[in-house]
């Protein structure tokens, strides 16, 4: 079965960076795109950055361009959230998803505070 598990959040003050991870099994990693999706208190789930496949092409959110980058290693089978310049509205509950025959998958997710 479909298992993504998230990992990397914490708190961190304003214009710190983390790197968040999300370890993927039970598909086959490499032929699928990848995002990760964030729901703040009260908010609902929101798109934050997606890559495909191949990990040539990659979107963002317009809020989080050019401080956050996703990647893969599909030989790992593992997405990454790298996020820079924190600000206090990027607290959140972080969620990685993949798309799998129609089907949305999602990890545990992973807990981003940024404290001022």
């Known amino acids: 079965q479909v298992q993504l598990v998230e990992s990397g959040g914490g708190l961190v003050q304003v214009g710190g960076s983390l790197r968040l991870s999300c370890a993927a099994s039970g598909f086959t990693f490499s032929t699928h795109a990848m995002s990760w999706y964030r729901q703040a208190p009260g908010n609902v789930r929101k798109l934050v950055a997606r890559?495909?496949?191949?990990?040539?092409?990659?979107t963002y959110v317009d809020s989080v361009k050019g401080r956050f980058t996703i990647s893969r290693d599909n030989a790992k089978n593992t997405v990454y959230l790298q996020m820079n310049s924190l600000k206090v509205e990027d607290t959140a509950v972080y969620y990685c998803?993949?798309?799998?025959?129609?089907?949305?998958?999602w990890g545990q997710g992973t807990q981003v505070t940024v404290s001022s």
């Open positions: 998803n993949v798309v799998r025959m129609n089907a949305d998958y």
């Open positions: 890559i495909s496949a191949t990990g040539t092409t990659t």
